[in-house]
């Protein structure tokens, strides 16, 4: 009976011993990594373009047997995990652990901001593995005016002129158009000296189609000063480009 006692105590001892010896055997190592940008792998490492953007960082963590895997990250701005993290990693098959950020703005500052991302792996053996990057933000847009119209009273006018009774409401239209969603600063100015007391602003929803910008002025009398007046009023885009673009009209009131 103790024989048979002892042999069963062994048996569960040396179960136990093997299984103990598996999981200090378990080592862990990265296969490879990958930085994207909205969304697209980045070549390089490396972005230019608007920003912000949403960064990921993806490594391909292997396991040499079945265990389970504790990490952190650390960021070169400072940030880090708030706790540890873990994920269960099968024998010999790349699992995805993955990390974002969101991060950059259109200013100086990240013109050429470089940084760094690393996976800390704590247990069942200490790795660690960085993917550092470089973002250049800028807004990358350019627009152009692809044409313009010049109305009278809600009707287009032929050769920009008019004859007839004044005062008219005029209506000056640019078909403004971005190589990408942007948004444009514009103001106007006019002959007279009038201009935009302060900058305006619109988006541009996508690329290659045009949106109109539109002013509009009250203009003219039935007197001799407006017999024959010619004037004109210019869009001038600030921001993605400079870009500028006049009417000019011809009045014949009467």
Known sequence: MNSKRTH???ILVL????????????SVRVGGSAFFVNGQLARDHQYSGSCPVDLKFDWGVISSSPATVTYS??????????HARSVTLPANRSVPILEEWHLGANTPQFADFSGWVELIIESPSPVSNR???????????????????????GQIARDHQYAGACPVDLTFDWGVIGTEATPVVYSFTRSDGGHSSKPLTMGLPQGHRSVPILDHWRLGANTPQFADYSGWVELNIESPNPVANRIGFTLHCR
């Open 15 to 26: 179960a136990a011993l093997i299984a103990t010896a598996g999981v200090a055997s378990a």
């Open 131 to 153: 993917i550092g990057f470089t973002v250049h933000c800028g807004n990358s847009a350019s627009v152009r005016v692809g044409g313009s119209a010049f109305s009278v009273n």
């Open 8 to 10: 069963c105590v062994s």
């Open 73 to 82: 990250f650390a960021r070169s701005d400072g940030g880090h995990s708030s």
